[in-house]
């Protein structure tokens, strides 16, 4: 296994809970150490703190295995996570994105992911260190997120 980063993820304004479980088991799959979420992605418990069976049949397991928390906003845990020294990392497409190839972080990252149609607000794409994008050669002009969310981060990861 290769050298141990600290690796989080935060999604932001995802609708879907069958997207949100995948990202949940895809992110075991990589090592992640914690999940952010805000806005009104789902979260693995209800508001009467059940599990949820939607996010739990596509997680696997997975969201009992990766620490997760709720956040008011996403600006308050960028900037929890800045202080940190995490360096800030989206996937979005966007006029200052980069291909997601040539995407290195450092020891500490934090990855943002956001909604399905209108993707990562431009207020919180200004407090990132980069925006990385996964080029599509189709007709389509996007990947789901849950799958871009996989091709992203197993290749900047090396993994």
Known sequence: MKTR????VLLHNIRSTHNVGSIFRTADALGISKIYISGYTPTPLDKF??????????????????GWVYGKT??????????????????EQGENSVDYKKVKVSKKVLFIVGNEVDGIEKRILKLCDVVAEVPMNGKKESLNVSVAFGVA?????NI
Not at 5 to 8: D, F, V
């Open 49 to 66: 703190n059940r599990p949820r069976k939607d996010i739990a049949k596509t997680a696997l397991g997975a969201e009992k295995t990766i």
């Open 74 to 91: 996403p600006e308050e845990i960028i900037s929890k996570l800045k202080k940190e020294k995490f360096e800030v990392v989206a996937l």
């Open 5 to 8: 980063k600290e690796i989080a």
């Open 153 to 157: 981060l197993f290749r900047i990861l």
